[in-house]
T-cell receptor, first 113, second 116 residues
């Protein structure tokens, strides 16, 4: 089955700095890679996703890049703000079996003032 | 309406109780999911319903019994749970569950379950 590794497990940045979270996946057939943000006590919320026919996608301060050859994808957050503090989960979906998501272990991002 | 709703928000139950969790969506999605999430861990898939039929059971103990009465509703019936079953139970939905699908899964706010 699919295996997703996520690094780092914790990340502390100063407000205004950039943050990068990296994930690798094992199954070359995976074709969908969402990123979820989960604030304490809240639901996981989709913040951006990328499909395997695209190499990069951007939405305001958030961008995701996908390298299919190396089987890794990354989340980039620029100009971080305190409200970006949360746990971020990457996931990969193996299209051959419905769209079952395999999640990474999560990154606790803390944006300090 | 672009939300998945869940009730109750919190539930405390004893090991001999029977209770149910409820999930609802009105986005016309035909796939619905139950996940279990422990603190500081990612969501773990439990069940998938596609077109009101159970498609995936991730070897979940029989004390958890899912039900999909119609395309908008998903229930999780709980009976004889153990303290280790205490967790956040998340419902999610997506447009479809088909081979090759890249449909986004949208999560509900979850039910915080405590088993005493």
């Amino acid at each position: 089955g699919e295996n997703v590794e996520q690094h780092p497990s914790t990340l502390s940045v100063q407000e205004g700095d950039s943050a990068v979270i990296k994930c690798t996946y094992s199954d070359s057939a995976s074709n969908y890679f969402p990123w979820y943000k989960q604030e304490l006590g809240k639901r996981p919320q989709l913040i951006i996703d990328i499909r395997s026919n695209v190499g990069e996608k951007k939405d305001q301060r958030i961008a995701v890049t996908l390298n299919k050859t190396a089987k890794h994808f990354s989340l980039h957050i620029t100009e971080t703000q305190p409200e970006d503090s949360a746990v971020y989960f990457c996931a990969a979906s193996y299209g051959g079996g419905g769209n079952k998501l395999t999640f990474g272990t999560g990154t606790q991002l803390k944006v300090e003032l | 309406d672009t939300e998945v709703t869940q009730t109750p928000k919190h539930l405390v139950m004893g090991m001999t109780n029977k209770k149910s969790l409820k999930c609802e969506q009105h986005m016309g999605h035909r796939a619905m999911y139950w996940y279990k999430q422990k603190a500081k861990k990612p969501p773990e898939l439990m069940f998938v319903y596609s077109y009101e039929k159970l498609s995936i059971n991730e070897s979940v103990p029989s004390r958890f019994s899912p039900e999909c009465p119609n395309s908008s509703l998903l229930n999780l019936h709980l009976h004889a749970l153990q303290p280790e079953d205490s967790a956040l139970y998340l419902c999610a939905s997506s447009r479809t569950w088909t081979s090759g699908s890249t449909d986004t899964q949208y999560f509900g706010p979850g039910t915080r379950l405590t088993v005493l």
